[in-house]
């Protein structure tokens, strides 16, 4: 079936403006052509929309999700054989948000994979997803790295077994091995169908912030080696200046949250080494307004943290490096989100400063983008054109070009005037067919809004609040910040 889409202005990231009424004709789920209406060849079944005064510019991309980040003790019992149906859910939410493709960077591989066929197939509707299943080195949502409270809570049977599903053969066991070695099972993880590889360059949270190095310089350079080898995108987990240079030179084809250096900001070489190589800049901005709410919240030691990333994020913009929206986007469990602890943390932001939400995160940061300096055009490439390229896709995404798959996102309001023009969504077409926006997504579940309170709970008088402040990883809840 063939779709002709008229009279909008196309801002197909290629040129450097907008194009004012222009058609775009699919057919087979790519793109055919792009033109004036008049001059096409258009088919005699095709189907025609007429988008006059709309703005069509391509799917937006994410290269940094999480479509099961909830991988708390009760959410993983609740749904215990049925993750699929949680990943299923976020990846609807992403695509009705205007992604139209994902790349979770760490999620339990099967489940993943799994959803990841079906709306290959044609038999669900979701965002495209490619994954990396885990992050080579870290063990699972249960451990030191992730949620340290759970072991000694849940049974040693229940708590073994979802870490094994997200783990398998590829956590912190490997700290011990050869580079070689290390290699070796990086090969075999990556021949269960993972789509690209990331490893730990420094640990994640515990004690130290993140600041410890996971790995060596010898033995980084091996699991980027093996990816390559594969044909597959390698990238790293980084949270210190060190594990970010060394990530760089081990040949990273992008890094993560490489704004997020501790205290430190980033040194001159280094931002030089993102501007001279072929190293994607991954970076989780909050805008003006999200960081003078969190600074309310936290200490003066968190406070020197998030200081240094903004810092980091204005001289990457500056440095001329490549740079990549996203978010760390998921969907927190509803009592999560109500747990008062956790509005001192940055998951705990409003809504309209949440960077971590899934379904509006990348709004807001495409905003805290705007705000640092980025040109209007530089920001549309780092979420469509930057991501497709570092992720090896751009053959098939990014832009909007003869022969490309056929995923555009329709706007009322010009990205080009404003970033916030970004919401104001009409419709979305992935795989040259319009979603159907309103009915995603298919099944709430995550996103249904808690059960009604108990009779009993209004009698129940409470004798103490306690707890300790939740932390800032959407996964990390290990009761330390």
């Given at each position: 079936m063939a779709l002709l889409l008229t009279g909008a202005t196309v801002i197909d990231g290629v040129s450097e403006e907008g194009v004012s009424d222009r058609a775009i004709l699919t057919e087979n789920g790519r793109i055919v052509a792009i033109g004036r209406a008049a001059d096409l060849s258009i088919p005699a079944d095709t189907e025609t929309i007429d988008f006059s005064g709309k703005f069509i510019i391509p799917g937006l991309l994410n290269a940094n999700v999480h479509l099961l980040v909830s991988a708390l003790l009760e959410t993983l019992i609740r749904y215990e054989g049925r993750y699929e149906e949680l990943i299923t859910e976020a990846?609807?939410?992403?695509?009705?948000?205007?992604?139209?493709?994902?790349?979770?960077?760490?999620?339990?591989?099967?489940?993943?994979?799994?959803?990841?066929?079906?709306?290959?197939?044609?038999?669900?509707?979701?965002?495209?997803?490619?994954?990396?299943?885990?992050?080579?080195?870290?063990?699972?949502?249960?451990?030191?790295?992730?949620?340290?409270?759970?072991?000694?809570?849940?049974?040693?049977?229940?708590v073994d077994r979802v870490n094994a599903t997200w783990v398998e053969n590829t956590g912190r066991h490997l700290?011990?091995?050869?580079?070689?070695?290390?290699g070796e099972e990086v090969r075999t993880y990556l021949g269960r169908g993972i789509d690209f590889v990331k490893y730990a360059s420094n640990e994640h949270g515990g004690s130290s912030a993140g600041a410890f190095i996971q790995f060596s310089e010898r033995t980084q350079r091996v699991i980027v080696e093996e990816a390559h080898r594969a044909g597959v995108t390698a990238q790293a987990h980084a949270q210190s200046v060190e594990g970010l240079r060394m990530a760089i030179e081990a040949g990273c084809d992008l890094i993560q949250h490489c704004n997020m250096t501790g205290p430190t900001e980033i040194p001159r070489e280094t931002l030089e080494l993102f501007a001279q190589g072929n190293c994607g800049a991954v970076v989780f901005p909050l805008t003006d307004n999200g960081l003078n709410i969190l600074k309310e919240s936290i200490s003066d030691y968190e406070w020197t943290i998030w200081k240094a990333s903004d810092t980091n994020v204005r001289n990457l913009i500056s440095s001329g490096a490549t740079i990549l929206l996203a978010n760390d986007g998921g969907i927190l469990a509803p009592e999560v989100m109500k747990e008062p602890m956790i509005k001192g943390t940055w998951n705990g932001l409003p809504e309209d400063e949440g960077l971590g939400r899934l379904a509006t995160g990348h709004f807001v940061w495409l905003r805290a983008m705007e705000e640092k300096g980025m040109s209007p055009m530089a920001l549309l490439h780092a979420a469509t054109r930057n991501i497709a390229e570092a992720y090896q896709v751009d053959d098939d995404l990014g832009t909007l070009e003869a022969g490309k798959v056929a995923d555009m996102v329709v706007l009322d309001e010009d990205p080009l005037q404003s970033a916030k023009n970004y919401q104001s969504i009409h419709a979305v077409i992935k795989d040259g067919a319009v979603v159907d926006l309103d009915a995603l997504p298919e099944q709430a579940l995550l996103t249904a809004d808690l059960p009604p309170a108990l009779e009993e709970e209004a009698h129940y008088k409470e004798f103490l609040h306690h707890g300790e402040r939740l932390p800032g990883c959407p996964s990390c809840m290990n009761g330390h910040h």
């Amino acid at each position: 079936m063939a779709l002709l889409l008229t009279g909008a202005t196309v801002i197909d990231g290629v040129s450097e403006e907008g194009v004012s009424d222009r058609a775009i004709l699919t057919e087979n789920g790519r793109i055919v052509a792009i033109g004036r209406a008049a001059d096409l060849s258009i088919p005699a079944d095709t189907e025609t929309i007429d988008f006059s005064g709309k703005f069509i510019i391509p799917g937006l991309l994410n290269a940094n999700v999480h479509l099961l980040v909830s991988a708390l003790l009760e959410t993983l019992i609740r749904y215990e054989g049925r993750y699929e149906e949680l990943i299923t859910e976020a990846a609807q939410v992403a695509l009705k948000s205007g992604m139209t493709t994902v790349f979770d960077t760490w999620g339990p591989r099967g489940p993943l994979m799994a959803v990841r066929d079906r709306i290959d197939r044609g038999l669900v509707p979701g965002s495209r997803i490619r994954c990396a299943g885990n992050i080579i080195g870290f063990e699972g949502p249960f451990s030191d790295d992730f949620n340290k409270r759970i072991p000694g809570v849940g049974s040693t049977h229940f708590v073994d077994r979802v870490n094994a599903t997200w783990v398998e053969n590829t956590g912190r066991h490997l700290m011990w091995l050869t580079p070689e070695a290390v290699g070796e099972e990086v090969r075999t993880y990556l021949g269960r169908g993972i789509d690209f590889v990331k490893y730990a360059s420094n640990e994640h949270g515990g004690s130290s912030a993140g600041a410890f190095i996971q790995f060596s310089e010898r033995t980084q350079r091996v699991i980027v080696e093996e990816a390559h080898r594969a044909g597959v995108t390698a990238q790293a987990h980084a949270q210190s200046v060190e594990g970010l240079r060394m990530a760089i030179e081990a040949g990273c084809d992008l890094i993560q949250h490489c704004n997020m250096t501790g205290p430190t900001e980033i040194p001159r070489e280094t931002l030089e080494l993102f501007a001279q190589g072929n190293c994607g800049a991954v970076v989780f901005p909050l805008t003006d307004n999200g960081l003078n709410i969190l600074k309310e919240s936290i200490s003066d030691y968190e406070w020197t943290i998030w200081k240094a990333s903004d810092t980091n994020v204005r001289n990457l913009i500056s440095s001329g490096a490549t740079i990549l929206l996203a978010n760390d986007g998921g969907i927190l469990a509803p009592e999560v989100m109500k747990e008062p602890m956790i509005k001192g943390t940055w998951n705990g932001l409003p809504e309209d400063e949440g960077l971590g939400r899934l379904a509006t995160g990348h709004f807001v940061w495409l905003r805290a983008m705007e705000e640092k300096g980025m040109s209007p055009m530089a920001l549309l490439h780092a979420a469509t054109r930057n991501i497709a390229e570092a992720y090896q896709v751009d053959d098939d995404l990014g832009t909007l070009e003869a022969g490309k798959v056929a995923d555009m996102v329709v706007l009322d309001e010009d990205p080009l005037q404003s970033a916030k023009n970004y919401q104001s969504i009409h419709a979305v077409i992935k795989d040259g067919a319009v979603v159907d926006l309103d009915a995603l997504p298919e099944q709430a579940l995550l996103t249904a809004d808690l059960p009604p309170a108990l009779e009993e709970e209004a009698h129940y008088k409470e004798f103490l609040h306690h707890g300790e402040r939740l932390p800032g990883c959407p996964s990390c809840m290990n009761g330390h910040h």
